[in-house]
């Protein structure tokens, strides 16, 4: 919730709403896929770089339309706007502390397919969101 509160406040009503909205569709989507997509033998390094990848172009249409799926992705716009920070390395160091987190709880062959996907993810948006590019109102 602390994050909503920093939207609402720092980036406003249209910032928080589309982002809303983008939690939203995501849910929906994510809850119908199993019924359209199925996956029998993937390997995870593929699925992790594949992952990375499309995460990464959902995200930068986000961005650059002024929304966000929630949590540290709010943070990241709000740090880019307020101090120049590039969001792709600004949750890159937040996803860093919460696997450092993980490591102590969670199998490290999944924790590092997790983080070859959250690099991919977020050097793809370090690489490819900047506020010198199309950014929609």
Known sequence: MPFYLLAILRMGWAFT???FGAITG?????SLQGRW??????????AAVA???LVGFGLLGLFRHRASLG??????LYLQDRMGWRP???????????F?????????GAMAWSLLGAL??????????????????
């Open 71 to 76: 949590g540290i992705g709010i943070l990241a």
């Open 100 to 108: 450092a987190v993980g490591m102590f709880v969670l199998p490290w």
């Open 17 to 19: 709403i589309k982002t």
């Open 120 to 137: 991919v993810l977020n050097l793809f948006l370090t690489v490819n969101h900047r506020l010198d590019r199309y950014i929609a109102r």
């Open 51 to 53: 992952g990375g990848v």
């Open 37 to 46: 997509v199925t996956m029998v033998d993937l390997h995870p390094g593929y």
């Open 26 to 30: 995501l849910s929906v989507l994510v």
């Open 88 to 98: 792709g390395l600004t949750q890159l160091v937040l996803d860093l502390g919460i």
